[in-house]
């Protein structure tokens, strides 16, 4: 799920967001004080949680576009390990370093599979995935904003030389996946260890995925982030090898990419 | 009636000045070919007056008001169209989205492939997919899709066979004929001269020649001179 | 030449000397601070080793790795097993092998990097980071459950002397630093941050670049897991966090870690910055809010505290010696002036460089179609023809850069074909780009012996230097333009030797004045070096007053070759070259 935003991210305004978990960790912490310390109903917390998310995630946006707008993605993304660190920090200070009562917006199980339990946050949370990879695919296919953004990748200078406004459209995107990912740590932190640096650490995972799809395709993130949690699932019940388990995905992602560039011996640009 | 006029620019790349002291002015509705050599800083002198990069010096106004520090979006707002070397397509979308990028609306996107009929077949294409002189086709229809006043054109011609560009050049001519200013960079001299009403001849950083296009097109000996100097 | 040797001298001295004074200065400051600092002190000093360690893989090397803590924590994991099993050498045997064994670790987790790039290999480093500190919580370290704590050398016992420890370690590692960054794999590192087409193009191997990188890089962070758990006694995973990685990451960008003083001082910010926010009663979590802030604003202005406060100080110098350099110009500009020569008449030497029936296509475009060539010895061919032609493309070619061309390529009668560039390089074929390729963090000179690949004495590098009209070898490259750039390339090359050399537009950038007085250096370079030119120019007096052959190309395909004059006279080849070959 995150994947599809990194993956988004990284195509269409040129930057690996580190800090995107820990932009929705803030808004969904943001969610739980509200609900703890306000009285306020889960679901608006939520929703200004989700805008926290957005308005983060758009500052930051704002401060790449305009200083680094020229800039490669490396070092782009270099800037936002700085943002993860700040806002995990930020958020000991304000909300302490205990894991957060986060108030389960869903629970239950589903439905089971052959004596699997499948939860409801599961099911959300694989069909929020794939709905926003269709909706953005969607939206990148069929409407003008869209198209405007898949030109801005292609060619940002020509695109800029035709009038498409470079930085107006890149921090709507920023925002826009600021939101998704608080709204994503939302629904999966009640589910999870849910202190700060394990929820901003979901980029781990998340960036692996969008990794298998080459931080380019929407549809091969997918496919990793579910592919990542069967696989993680699986070793994890075989005792043997506990020791290496925690490597298994990571050496899975490694391989593969490795795989998939082995022709690329020579950097593209340099 | 606007102009596109620059006085004095000199830009600088890294090292120092690659071409300086250019004064021009190109008036709607008329071809201004600007050829030399390579390395004679061409392509720099369009950068300059696009917004790509900042002269060093010198004023470079469109309709008197001059450019100076606005953004390149906005400078393609006023109408400056810059058309950038090698194949300015967006290679995934397809020819009707490159179209589309600028046109709008329904009516532009369909008056553009009134006037481009080769590419109304290619519509539903991925314009990377396209060869190069129809790529060059679409960044054209792409430019006139934007209604500019001015166009800059850079080295159309680069990577095309002479056939294939020689019939792109009635389509530059065409457009300049409904009101729009152009300034044409090209290797191929002749031809660019062909269609031009003024020609700039910059070589090793400097303007050699600047006048009528057809005197220049018809005397080898000018020619000659202003590409290689003194040499005979 | 005194002074030759004199800077040599000081050059290996004063490290060593400052490297005795720290040392004495640690000695003082743990006899002097409180226990306290002193424990603060040696937190501060494995701070900055690993920061040091940093500062060669992202500094130097240009690589994001963001898990260094994870190579503290083997080595630390490694001194402490050998403390458990009681394993004989003491500690400071087992802080060298933590040290090797995140060596080898590194070396594994750099492996991707020969692939994988800025930052995919990011997010593999951070996946490394976060797997292994998983594995860590579960595994823990041996003897931290048991409270076996890891026994320091009895030299160093107590928490004053192992403080002094900690400062001898640090002084080893910056002394070795700091002579590795000043030899030619230092250079290396440089180069392949820069560009690794480049760093490939003059013989030296891309690969063991990245991986000495990576390795030098882990065992400097095993060497300060190693102190930590010998300063604390028992490690926990804790320590370790991927967090801390980042944060240490943020810190090496921002203090500029390549620079061996920056990285100590970097340790301190390490230690000073919580400890103030705690004195002032600031919660010690604001630390890293600063760090992160910090980092941000020093990737956005793309400067560091080291290089700022360095360029600072150059500038100041370069206004001083002002006036040297200008003099040292002018006697340059007369010794070009010197030899007005004209080319040479079409040499008749035997052929070194042999290209038969070269084509490359780029999916279905030709980019050339069956082009030879033959270089005779100690000659300089020019290959003109308009842009797009395919000139550059033959360069790439005939260095090893694109394997799929067909056709056949030999050097002195030894066919070249499947070598990588960097072999070719090697056996002398050596070129230079149309792009900047010259690493700018590295100073002429050791730029120059970074290229040249062989012992070289001062006096010939700087002869070649004067020769070439480029600024004395002190000069930082990034302090002189980038036509300037080019020559120093050009020159550093034709150190190397080789036997022929590609020349890809080496006057562009420069005025036309510089362009003729490039020509004149040029042609004495056969007869001087015993090199073979291959040399694209757009400039015709250039070529007329250079080259003794020509090759033409057109739309990839050779229009025309032979004697200079002759070619010149070939009408169709002047209509090609002013881009006219409609009209025939």
Redesign the interface.
């Known amino acids: 799920m995150l994947a599809v935003c990194l993956t988004l991210m990284?195509r269409l305004v040129r930057v690996?967001n580190?800090s995107q978990a820990a932009t929705g960790m803030f808004g969904g912490f943001v969610a739980v004080w509200l609900v703890s310390n306000a009285g306020m109903p889960v679901w608006l917390a939520t929703v200004i949680g989700i805008l926290i998310g957005g308005a983060l995630s758009a500052i930051i946006g704002w401060?790449?576009a305009t200083?680094?707008a020229e800039?490669?993605?490396?070092?782009r993304?270099?800037?936002t390990?700085?943002?993860?660190?700040?806002?995990?920090?930020?958020s000991?200070?304000l909300f302490g370093n205990k894991p957060q009562p986060f108030r389960p917006i869903l629970a239950g199980p589903a439905f089971s599979v052959g004596g699997v339990v499948v939860s409801q946050v599961t099911v959300v949370t694989v069909v929020l995935a794939i709905v926003v990879a269709v909706g953005c695919r969607i939206i990148l296919a069929k409407t003008?904003a869209g198209?405007?953004l898949?030109?801005l990748s292609?060619?940002p200078?020509?695109?800029?030389?035709?009038?498409?406004?470079?930085k107006l459209l890149s921090v709507g995107v920023w925002t826009v996946t600021g939101m998704i990912s608080a709204l994503v740590v939302s629904i999966v932190a009640p589910s999870q260890s849910n202190d700060a640096?394990s929820l901003?650490?979901l980029?781990?995972p998340a960036?692996?995925a969008a990794?298998l799809g080459g931080?380019r395709r929407l549809d091969l993130a997918v496919v990793g982030g579910l592919a990542l949690g069967i696989l993680q699932g699986l070793v994890a019940q075989i005792d043997q090898i506990?020791?290496v388990r925690?490597?298994v995905?990571?050496l899975f992602?490694?391989g593969f990419?490795?795989w998939l560039?082995?022709k690329?011996?020579?950097?593209a640009s340099? | 009636m606007s102009t596109l006029k620059l006085d004095n620019v000199t830009v600088s790349r890294g090292a120092g000045p690659v071409i300086r002291d250019v004064s021009l002015r190109v008036d709607s509705g008329s071809i201004t070919a600007l050829v030399g050599p390579n390395g004679a800083g061409k392509t720099s002198l369009l950068e300059s007056i696009?917004g790509?990069i900042d002269p060093s010096s010198g004023d470079i106004r469109l309709d008197d008001e001059p450019l100076g520090k606005l953004?390149?979006?906005k400078r393609?707002?006023r109408g400056l169209?810059?058309i950038?070397q090698g194949r300015?397509v967006?290679?995934?979308?397809t020819v009707e989205?490159?179209i589309?990028?600028?046109a709008?609306t329904q009516a532009g996107v369909d008056e553009a492939f009134d006037r481009f009929p080769e590419l109304a077949k290619r519509r539903g294409n991925a314009s990377g997919l396209l060869s190069g002189g129809e790529q060059q086709m679409v960044v054209l229809a792409?430019a006139f899709a934007?209604r500019p006043r001015f166009l800059l054109i850079d080295e159309m011609s680069l990577g095309l066979a002479p056939v294939v560009f020689m019939r792109l050049l009635p389509m530059i001519e065409q457009i300049s004929k409904d009101g729009v200013g152009v300034l044409l960079v090209e290797q191929f001299t002749h031809l660019a001269l062909g269609v031009a009403d003024t020609a700039v001849v910059a070589a090793s950083g400097r303007v050699t020649y600047q006048g009528d296009a057809a005197t220049l097109k018809n005397s080898p000996e000018l020619l000659h001179r202003a590409y290689l100097g003194g040499a005979p | 030449m005194l002074r030759a040797r004199n800077t040599a001298l000081r050059a290996a001295g004063v490290p060593l000397i400052v490297a005795i004074v720290a040392v004495a200065v640690g000695y003082g400051l743990s006899v002097v601070l409180s226990d306290y600092l002193v424990f603060l002190g040696t937190t501060a000093i494995v701070a900055a080793i690993a920061i040091l360690g940093l500062g060669v893989v992202t500094g130097s090397a240009g690589m994001?790795s963001?898990c260094q803590l994870t190579f503290a924590a083997i080595g630390a994991w490694v001194v402490a097993w050998l403390n458990t099993i009681d394993a004989p050498g003491g500690f400071i045997l087992w802080l060298v092998l933590g040290a090797l064994a995140a060596g080898v670790v590194g070396i594994l987790v750099g492996l991707?990097a020969l692939?994988?790039?800025?930052?995919?290999l990011?997010?593999?480093t951070?996946?490394?980071a976060?797997?292994?500190d998983?594995?860590l919580v579960?595994?823990q370290f041996p003897g931290a459950t048991a409270g076996v704590s890891v026994l320091r050398p009895d030299l160093f016992s107590d928490d004053r002397s192992y403080f002094l420890l900690a400062v001898l370690a640090m002084a080893i590692c910056a002394v070795i630093i700091h002579f590795v960054q000043h030899s030619r794999l230092g250079s290396s590192w440089k180069s392949v941050a820069?560009?690794?087409?480049?760093t490939a193009s003059v013989g030296a191997s891309v690969s063991s670049s990245k991986l000495t990188a990576f390795a030098i890089s882990a065992a400097l962070g095993g060497v300060s897991g190693g102190l930590v758990v010998g300063q604390v006694g028992l490690a926990f995973p804790s320590s370790f966090?991927?967090?801390q990685s980042?944060?240490l990451?943020?810190l090496s960008?921002m203090s500029g870690a390549h620079l061996v003083d920056m990285a100590i001082f970097g340790g301190i910010l390490w230690v000073v910055v919580p400890e103030l926010l705690k004195r002032w009663g600031v919660?010690q979590?604001?630390?890293?809010?600063i760090?992160?802030?910090?980092?941000?604003q020093a990737?956005?202005?793309?400067s560091n505290l080291g290089t700022g406060i360095r360029n600072v100080w150059w500038k100041r110098q370069l206004q001083r010696a002002g006036r040297t350099v200008n003099t040292l110009g002018e006697g340059v500009e007369a010794a070009g002036a010197a030899a007005p020569q004209p080319p040479a008449p079409v040499s008749t030497g035997a052929p070194v460089l042999v290209v038969e029936d070269l084509s490359v296509a780029f999916g279905n475009i030709k980019a050339l179609k069956n082009v030879s060539l033959t270089v005779p010895e100690h000659s300089i061919m020019g290959l003109i023809g308009p842009n797009g032609a395919g000139k550059s493309t033959l360069v790439d070619a005939i260095s090893g850069?694109l394997p799929q061309h067909t056709g056949a390529i030999s050097l002195g009668g030894k066919p070249l074909h499947g070598l990588s560039p960097t072999r070719r390089a090697r056996l002398g074929l050596r070129r230079t780009f149309q792009q900047d390729?010259v690493p700018p963090g590295l100073t002429i000179g050791a730029y120059m012996r970074f290229v040249a690949r062989r012992r070289t004495t001062p006096s010939e590098v700087e002869d070649l230097l004067q020769f070439m009209g480029c600024p004395p070898s002190s000069s930082r490259l990034a302090a002189v333009d980038v036509g300037t750039r080019r020559l120093v390339e050009v020159a550093a090359n034709i150190l190397s030797k080789p036997r022929v050399l590609l020349l890809d537009e080496p006057a562009a950038g420069l005025s036309h004045e510089e362009h003729v007085d490039l020509g004149r250096r040029l042609l004495q370079v056969p007869e001087r070096y015993g090199v073979s030119v291959l040399l694209i120019e757009h400039d015709l007096d250039m070529v007329r007053s250079v080259c003794s052959t020509l090759t033409v190309l057109d739309f990839g395909e050779v229009l025309d070759q032979g004697p200079q004059d002759e070619v010149l006279a070939n009408p169709a080849v002047i209509k090609a070259y002013m881009g006219e070959t409609e009209m025939l």
């Not at chain 1, 390990?81 to 930020?90: Q, W």
């Not at chain 1, 690329?264 to 950097?267: F, H, L, N, R, T």
Request: proline share 5%; hydrophobic share 55%; no cysteine.
């Open positions: 990284a690996v580190f401060i790449i200083w680094l800039a490669d993605t490396s070092t993304s270099a800037v390990v700085g943002p993860l660190l700040l806002l995990i920090s930020l000991f200070i003008s198209t405007q898949r030109a292609e060619r200078t020509t695109a800029e030389l035709l009038g498409i406004p470079a640096t901003a650490m980029i781990v960036a692996a990794l931080f506990s020791f925690n490597f995905p990571f992602i490694v990419l490795l560039q082995r690329e011996v020579w950097d340099r | 696009s790509v953004s390149r979006v393609a707002r169209v810059h950038e300015a967006f290679p995934s979308l989205e490159n589309r990028l600028t709008r792409r934007s | 994001i963001l991707p692939r994988l790039r800025g930052v995919n990011a997010v593999v951070l996946g490394f976060a797997a292994a998983v594995t579960q595994i820069f560009s690794e087409r480049g966090s991927p967090i980042l944060a990451y943020v960008i919660p979590d604001w630390a890293f809010v760090f992160g802030a910090l980092g941000v990737l956005t202005s793309g850069f390729r």
